[in-house]
């Protein structure tokens, strides 16, 4: 019985150990190359003011950065969302990225852990790391309008003649 047990508690703590390890290397990574903390005192953590140097975004629930960033970021959080133009790196860990449209990530976009990535804007850079699904829909194309005949090449409908 006490092995059952013991399998139960392993198996139920060996996840959160797992996750929090992650968690911790993602933070440390960012912290040991000179990134500025910059986290929530709540739930939530929004920046309307660009980064303009390396800057590690925390909070529980969700960040969101709308004027973008002259730096490279790193952002841990359940859901982030994107506005703006990042001239350098993204690296995520959360469940949910979200790029808005009009939104440019210059460099590359790094996922540390994500479920979903949706990226309505652009990212010029390379897209990697671990993700479940990366949405990215494209733009629909204009219906183009059949091309009109010009007057003059019309047929005429006179009698031959006049």
């Known amino acids: 019985m006490s092995a059952i047990v013991?399998?139960?508690v392993l198996l139920t703590v060996w996840p959160m150990f797992s996750a929090w390890s992650v968690v911790r290397h993602f933070e440390n990574t960012a912290l040991n190359a000179g990134y500025v903390l910059t986290e929530s005192n709540g739930l939530s953590l929004v920046s309307d003011e660009p980064a303009n140097r390396p800057t590690y975004y925390r909070a529980v629930d969700s960040v969101q950065i709308l004027n973008g960033a002259d730096a490279d970021i790193a952002i841990s959080?359940?859901?982030a969302v994107l506005d703006g133009t990042f001239t350098g790196n993204v690296a995520f860990l959360g469940k949910e990225l979200t790029i808005?449209?009009?939104a440019v990530v210059m460099g590359d976009l790094e996922i540390a852990v994500a479920k979903y990535v949706t990226i309505r804007g652009e990212v010029v850079g390379e897209i990697y790391g671990?993700?479940?699904?990366?949405f990215r829909p494209q733009p629909s194309r204009p219906s183009t309008p059949p091309a009109e005949i010009p007057a003059d090449s019309k047929e005429s409908t006179a009698p031959a003649g006049t």
């Open 6 to 8: 013991g399998i139960v």
């Open 77 to 79: 959080t359940a859901d």
């Open 100 to 102: 808005l449209p009009g």
């Open 130 to 134: 671990e993700y479940k699904r990366v």
